[in-house]
């Protein structure tokens, strides 16, 4: 009898699961787009002739990289001897990562 109350309720789980499953949500509506590609097209190369796309700081980071006035050796000195500081661990191992 425990058995057949086992199985009826997994068949019902399973029927309920699978009903439930039916329905996507959110419901799929297609994209409709206001613009055409050429449209599209034209305005990023607008952008780029006024240079407005090229005005973003993270654009310009990225093109000029900021320039270093230390050599590895002086800032590897640096960590060694900010590493002394009594709330700071000195790692060898991270030190010589990568040589």
Do not use: C, W
């Amino acid at each position: 009898m425990n058995i057949l109350k086992i199985v009826i309720a997994a068949t019902l789980v399973a029927a309920a699961g699978s009903a439930l499953a039916e329905a996507s949500y959110p419901p799929e509506t297609p994209f409709v787009s206001s613009k055409t590609r050429a449209e599209v097209t034209g305005e990023l190369t607008q952008q780029g002739d006024q240079g407005g796309a090229d005005d973003d700081a993270s654009t310009q980071a990225a093109q000029h990289p900021a320039e270093s006035r230390k050599t590895r050796a002086v800032v590897k000195a640096g960590l060694i001897a900010d590493a002394s500081a009594p709330d700071r661990e000195f790692d060898p191992v991270r030190t010589n990562a990568g040589h």
